[in-house]
């Protein structure tokens, strides 16, 4: 019996290489703006070699994708002369608000919305995505990230943290996500049952298969009825304000 559910992020409720795109072109036209010198020193390109540069400094934190931010935008207001708290500060508000812009693949709350109102939904991201202020608060019990538990999937960690808060047991709790190893490997070594959101039609490349593929959103429920679903425990009626965990 399925009790609850996880869900990947980042390009498996929207395609994210374009919003990241266009989040890092618009904080360098802030940048060009506000603080010149560091958009002449560095175009879009050299602040992201010199981001993986950080990031490679720094291998234990490397997944805290919002301090390896801040630390590039210090370290290149630093060459250039400027406050780094400053810049650091204004250019990742900047890129947070971008960042968060962005289009759910339609299938995403005409399966989500419905999921939710029948069992409880996490949401477990090496991303640094903010559920409340893309509009899927009202779906998500709880949203965790690799930046809040510390290790990054596909660690096993975030989703005993996950089942922990949703309070099911990781057998009861199915992982939905794109990603082969950080989704399905890493669900897998949790406990949990896997399904491998496979849009673009790829090829399995893995070893040991999830427990299902799906093209996309519309065939999960299918999917979760064949494993069976719990029915909706009794009790007082969930909060209309879901809680930020
Ligand atoms: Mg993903």
Redesign the pocket.
Known sequence: MIAALTF?????LWD?PPVIRRAEEVTHAWLARQWPAVAQRFDVAGLAALRRQVAEEDPARAHDFTLMRFRTYRRAAEAAGYPPEAVARGAFAVFYRERNRVELFPDVLPVLEPLARRLPLAAV???NADIHAIGLGHVFRHALSAREVGRPKPDPLIWTEACRRLGVAPRAAVHV???PE??VAGARAAGLRTVWLNRSGGRWPGAERPDAEIPDLTALPEVLARWGLARPAAGPEPSPFPSRG
């Open positions: 990947d992020l980042d390009d498996t994210t991201s090496n991303g996500g794109d990603h950080h989704d």
